[in-house]
């Protein structure tokens, strides 16, 4: 398991009165251990070194936790697919493919942040700031497919929403099952890379976005 935000390299735990950075910590351990339904408030706790009593300071319970975790990794989630994105450079396409290169190499490299985002199972709606940066990460991709969808006839443009949601889930599913850095990863012929770059290709090219047919804005 990796933290982006983490340079110790030693045991996570309580010091220097960071409690709040010791229980995230503490929640990503035992995510990448036991999975995000795999512990409870008082592990959590123990992890970071402190009372079971001490992690309500900073948590109304272990949803609470949970969201902060998952909130921090849309956040970085975020960045990365906006790096990948870069404007639109060097041509929308090929940075379109970027953005899913980056949702895998997230889904890897960050298997404890990608399973607070997506399989804790906590309400979006339960905390703003976790509503607030998963949207925006899906509004990477929107402004990405909404410039794609600018390349067609104005008569043949697709939604940009729909576009997003159907490579958003098709990324999501490919780096579930195929991109997991443990045991419950499926085996294929190809890499997970190999088989999104596939799988958005031929979507792109069912709405005359790939292969040089683009019409152009008219």
Not at 124 to 129: A, I, K, Q, R, T
Request: charged share 25%; hydrophobic share 45%; proline share 5%.
């Amino acid at each position: 398991m990796r933290w982006s935000d983490d340079s110790s390299g030693g045991r996570r735990g309580y010091h220097h009165g960071n409690l709040r950075e010791a229980l995230i910590r503490a929640a990503l351990d035992l995510i990448g251990q036991k999975g995000p339904a795999g512990f409870t408030f008082a592990d959590a706790a123990r992890m970071a070194g402190v009372s079971s009593a001490a992690p309500y300071r900073h948590f109304r319970d272990r949803d609470a936790l949970l969201a902060d975790v998952a909130r921090r990794g849309f956040e970085l989630f975020t960045t990365a697919l906006d790096r990948a994105w870069n404007d639109g450079r060097p041509e929308p396409l090929r940075a379109f493919e970027n953005i899913g290169r980056a949702f895998l190499d997230f889904a890897r490299k960050e298997p404890a942040y990608y399973a607070a985002m997506f399989e804790a199972g906590v309400a979006l709606e339960s905390d703003p700031g976790l509503r607030q940066a998963a949207d925006d990460a899906f509004a990477v991709l929107r402004k990405a497919s909404e410039t794609l969808c600018a390349l067609l006839p104005r008569d043949s443009r697709p939604p940009a929403l729909m576009m997003s949601l159907h490579v958003w889930a098709l990324s999501h599913g490919i780096a579930s099952l195929f991109a997991r850095p443990d045991a419950g990863r499926r085996k294929l012929p190809m890499s997970a890379d190999e088989l999104l770059e596939a799988g958005v290709l031929v979507y792109l090219r069912g709405l005359g976005l790939a292969g040089g047919t683009t019409g152009g804005s008219r």
